[in-house]
């Protein structure tokens, strides 16, 4: 079989000028401007987002970026002269940005033909029109995400997706193409121009120990490696790297990513704030946590039937590592949080007396949809018969979450290990006590 035959042309990608065009919407430094949404006053100053409990730098805007600040610094080395520098730090505010994105992504979603959302940022589209008429598209959908969201946003656009996350570079390096860089309007030139601008470890899917193994080989752009024998790229490297071949040539290789009806398993895990070392501690942590998996589980319209629970020691600490899992198959599938925490409560027999866990989660498998599985009256366990878990769902709704919970969970006293969060901002898309204030004179 030849290099070739592992390239199927997409029929949609046609021929001429007026093929389908692929666009890749990217959000500018999505977290620090869902961050500024709501707070204007950050606009033009250094926003840093920061990971859980506040310890390391995990997004930042352009302004933080001029100042040389390396992703994944820890917070403490920049607090001290964060005032001198005007650096303003936030607790990842995930019930914003997962807000803010579903808004940015079903805005992107009515104007395609079809919609890939590739991550909580981005999204590919596919467009139909003349090079000019889907540029025009793309301007006017960039205006609209912002008008209506606030968040700014870059669109590339090619013949492949791999051109197209090329495009945003461009788009982004040249000020000229006002966030908006189309790759279908440049004539073999211009093309070529793009490509040889970005560098090889730049590329969508090239890592670092790839790029030393291709500069070493004297390839250093995109252009070089687009210039390629791609039969002597798949034999040297991989089948991955030569479709990325194809793709810079305006090969169609990559083919939509048809989002999956139902997930495989969920997982909820946190680190603490402070260790956890009780036995009753380590209780409301699994009890917590059951209610909260087993809420998402019935948002998805799913049951499981396999639990596991597992908590573990920090890999830095001095002391010993320690972590300990349980595992148990109910006979039934369920979302009930009493079930979950039932089934994870064994792993409190596991914990070694005095030993500082700092990480804990729940993992639910053997998913299956809850429509797919009705049994008889008869065999409906305990649990689900009490609809537990929908009643919890339908109180927080009415009265935010936290104010009631299954064992331990429902404790009225916060639990001191929870993820600290000391510069949060408000949750102003998702809580009604925190929704945003504005007064008109």
């Known amino acids: 079989m030849s290099a070739e035959a592992d390239v199927t042309p997409d029929e949609n990608a046609g021929e001429g000028p007026y093929r389908q065009?692929?666009?890749?919407?990217?959000?500018?430094?999505?977290?620090?401007?869902?961050?500024?949404?709501?707070?204007?006053?950050?606009?033009?100053?250094?926003?840093?987002?920061?990971?859980n409990n506040d310890g390391c730098v995990v997004a930042m805007s352009h302004e933080a970026k001029a100042y040389g600040i390396p992703m994944g610094i820890p917070w403490f080395q920049l607090s001290a002269r964060a005032a001198r520098q005007g650096l303003v730090a936030r607790s990842s505010n995930y019930e914003l940005y997962g807000s803010m994105s579903a808004r940015v992504m079903n805005i992107i979603?009515?104007?395609?033909?079809?919609?890939e959302v590739y991550s909580i940022d981005e999204a590919f589209i596919g467009l139909n029109g003349s090079p000019a008429e889907v540029t025009q598209k793309c301007r006017n959908l960039k205006n609209e995400i912002y008008?209506?969201?606030?968040?700014?946003?870059?669109?590339?656009?090619?013949?492949?997706?791999?051109?197209?996350?090329?495009?945003?570079?461009?788009?982004?390096k040249n000020a000229r193409f006002d966030n908006v860089c189309n790759f279908n309007e440049h004539d073999a030139e211009g093309a070529d121009a793009l490509l040889a601008e970005v560098e090889v470890s730049e590329l969508w899917g090239v890592g670092r120990k790839l790029t030393n193994k291709l500069t070493a080989r004297g390839i250093h752009t995109a252009k070089d490696l687009r210039d390629c024998d791609a039969g002597e790229i798949r034999k040297r490297f991989s089948v991955v790297l030569q479709r990325t071949v194809y793709e810079l040539r305006g090969i169609r290789c990559i083919e939509l990513a048809e989002a999956r009806e139902y997930k495989d398993q969920l997982i909820f895990s946190r680190s603490f704030s402070r260790p956890v070392t009780t036995p009753e501690e380590m209780q409301q942590v699994l009890s917590i946590y059951a209610q909260k998996v087993s809420a998402r589980l019935r948002a998805e319209g799913q049951v499981a039937k396999t639990i596991s629970a597992w908590t573990m020691t920090a890999h830095h600490n001095t002391a010993a590592w320690h972590s300990a899992h349980v595992s148990a198959t109910l006979e039934t599938h369920?979302?009930?949080?009493?079930?979950?925490?039932?089934?994870?409560?064994?792993?409190?027999?596991?914990m070694l007396p005095g030993t500082r866990y700092v990480r804990a989660g729940i993992v639910l498998t053997d998913l299956v949809h809850e429509a797919r599985l009705a049994p008889l009256d008869l065999f409906v366990p305990e649990f689900e018969g009490r609809k537990i878990g929908v009643t919890l769902d339908r109180i927080q709704e009415r009265v935010g979450p936290g104010l009631i919970g299954v064992g331990r969970g429902g404790l009225q006293k916060a639990p001191v290990w929870n993820m600290r969060r000391d510069m949060l901002s408000p949750r102003a898309t998702t809580q009604w006590n925190e929704l945003r204030v504005v007064r008109a004179s």
């Open 21 to 51: 065009s692929i666009a890749l919407v990217d959000c500018v430094s999505f977290f620090a401007s869902c961050e500024r949404v709501f707070h204007p006053e950050l606009e033009g100053r250094p926003v840093l987002v920061l990971s």
């Open 109 to 115: 979603g009515r104007h395609a033909a079809w919609q």
């Open 147 to 172: 008008r209506l969201t606030g968040i700014p946003v870059r669109v590339g656009i090619a013949p492949t997706k791999t051109l197209a996350k090329l495009a945003i570079i461009g788009a982004k």
């Open 334 to 350: 369920t979302s009930e949080p009493i079930r979950i925490a039932k089934a994870a409560a064994p792993l409190l027999q596991k």
